[in-house]
């Protein structure tokens, strides 16, 4: 069979129970089900170290923090006396990899890379991204298209709705829909695919959307899609359990969080589900110029975000936490010539093996840190047992074992722990480290025992244990920077 052409389509913050076609009975996404038809839904995927720039280091190296030096939104620097370049650390990108298997390779949207518009090895390579700075924005592919093309809408401070104080206020885009930075990217990557037609080799395409990440500010009509009442309040456990993961609250004040109440999270998830239910569309536009080339049935789509959206479970908003609302994933794979249609797999798979699908599919098979999830989508298995981290070893370390049906978490900042049955436990209610002392010491000693490798040795006490600290509370403070794109960095302007 001839290597197939592969497109990798993903949303930022998207958690894995906002789509319809994984049981969602409110949002709206006919496309994202139309792809979840095509092919298989992984409903146990992860997330490794659910933050921007950490997860996209591991899709575009199918490398664990652990090689990548990437254990948060940070520059990638190594641990443990590991090699200064990334490459050494992991190998080439993966754009890179395809190229070398004959393939062109096109990159739109948002790669959150640090620093920002780092090469990653695709031949087109237009950027999409979160502005910090003047320099950033004369960069930035879609803010030029906005500053050349539709000078009317350059006067707009933040192009992709306002943040900070604003993060979870429910907006509308100052944008008609065409303009939004959602459909540049459709539009930009349906031509790049309808283009290759022409080119005689296959395509890796790579489609990142930078939403429905907050500020959530969908274009009319989908501002006014849902009504608030129908959406759902947050899902909160004991408080004391909920903020054991002391980031938590310190991440709440950050940004503006720390006092929103059920109305105010009804009212921002309507919102949230707008700005899902408009990238659907624009999704939409990607799998008709698939469809329309001719060689669908040989098409590998996989669709996927970086991690998800606390939304208020647990009394925590955001994500680099290990609860699912922030660590699970959606993650569908098709593949009609290869991968039966409507099909629905439990086995666990993670970002890491988004690197092997795409290798291996090509003929070139590598998977890195990740297991072969090709296989596992005929019949095989995925990650017996999966390990995440956050944060580099140190004072605010922590980790996840996911096995089974079991969750544990450890936390170094006070050694705290918790154990989960989520089978039995869906929302992860019920903490189980006092009830179940020798299941806990087993998950400990194996998180440990992941720990036992360069780049995470620092995790380690000199016996070979999890190390904790003494409990630090961080200090509270707020994000006040508005667009330092056009020079305003906080509530006021000097003159």
């Given at each position: ?269 309507a919102r949230y589900y707008g700005e899902i239910s408009y990238i659907d569309s624009c999704i939409g536009s990607l799998l008709d110029a698939v469809e329309a080339g001719g060689n669908a049935g040989n098409t590998l789509i996989c669709f996927f975000s970086d991690h998800g959206e606390m939304f208020g479970d647990h009394h925590a908003w955001q994500k680099e936490c290990f609860f699912e ?171």
């Amino acid at each position: 069979m001839p290597q197939p052409d592969i497109l990798y389509v993903m949303c930022d913050q998207l958690r894995y129970d906002c789509i319809a076609a994984m049981g969602n009975p409110t949002v709206q996404t006919p496309n994202l089900d139309r792809l979840a038809a095509r092919g298989m839904i992984f409903d146990n995927a992860y997330s490794t170290c659910p933050v921007c720039v950490a997860a996209r280091c591991t899709i575009m190296t199918g490398c664990e923090p652990y090689r990548t030096g990437c254990y948060c939104n940070e520059r990638p620097a190594p641990l443990d006396g590991q090699p200064e370049d990334i490459s050494a650390r992991c190998g080439p990108y993966l754009a890179s990899v395809l190229r070398g298997a004959g393939y062109h390779s096109f990159g739109v949207g948002k790669f959150h890379t640090v620093p920002l518009f780092e090469n990653l090895g695709f031949d087109v390579h237009l950027c999409t991204e979160e502005l910090w700075s003047p320099q950033e924005r004369a960069q930035d592919s879609y803010a030029r298209f906005i500053r050349d093309e539709h000078p009317e809408f350059d006067f707009i401070e933040q192009l992709h709705g306002e943040r900070t104080d604003m993060y979870y206020m429910p907006q509308t885009s100052p944008l008609p829909a065409e303009l939004t930075v959602e459909g540049y990217v459709s539009r930009r990557a349906a031509e790049l695919i309808r283009q290759n037609r022409a080119d005689g080799r296959p395509y890796f395409g790579f489609v990142s959307f930078i939403g429905p990440h907050p500020p959530f500010a969908p274009p009319l009509p989908y501002n006014r899609m849902y009504n608030p009442d129908e959406m759902p309040n947050p899902v909160r456990g004991n408080l004391t359990c909920d903020h054991m993961d002391e980031q938590i609250p310190w991440m709440n004040r950050l940004i503006w969080a720390d006092e929103l109440n059920d109305f105010s999270a009804r009212e921002a998830r309507a919102r949230y589900y707008g700005e899902i239910s408009y990238i659907d569309s624009c999704i939409g536009s990607l799998l008709d110029a698939v469809e329309a080339g001719g060689n669908a049935g040989n098409t590998l789509i996989c669709f996927f975000s970086d991690h998800g959206e606390m939304f208020g479970d647990h009394h925590a908003w955001q994500k680099e936490c290990f609860f699912e609302a922030a660590c699970r994933i959606p993650f569908l794979v098709s593949w009609p010539k290869r991968i039966p249609a409507n099909a629905r797999s439990h086995e666990i798979a993670a970002l890491t093996d988004l690197f092997g699908i795409a290798a291996c599919a090509a003929g070139i098979p590598e998977l890195r840190d990740g297991a072969d999830i090709l296989a596992a989508a005929q019949g095989g298995s995925g990650h017996e047992v999966l390990t995440a981290v956050h944060m580099r070893p140190g004072q605010h370390f922590k980790m996840m074992v996911r096995r089974g049906e079991y969750k544990y978490i450890f936390m170094a900042n006070g050694g705290r722990e918790q154990l989960f049955h989520l089978g039995q436990d869906r929302h992860e209610l019920h903490n189980l480290a006092e009830e179940q002392p020798e299941l806990l010491r087993r998950c400990r000693g194996f998180a440990a025992q992941y720990c036992a490798r360069d780049g995470l040795r620092g995790a380690l006490d000199e016996n070979g244990a999890l190390k904790s600290y003494p409990f630090v509370c961080r200090p509270a403070e707020r994000i006040r920077q508005f667009d330092a794109s056009r020079g305003i960095g906080n509530f006021t302007v000097s003159s």
